[in-house]
């Protein structure tokens, strides 16, 4: 089965959305871009 990975290009687009940012009070994700292309 292939899985689906995002490029860098993508990537950068995305971060910024994502809950659980490193400037984020509290406990956040630990890696949100593998959670994503999971």
Do not use: Y
């Amino acid at each position: 089965m292939d899985r689906f990975v995002l490029t860098d290009a993508q990537w950068a687009k995305m971060e910024p959305l994502c809950l659980g940012k490193k400037t984020d009070r509290g406990r956040s994700g630990t890696d949100n871009r593998l959670f994503i292309e999971a």
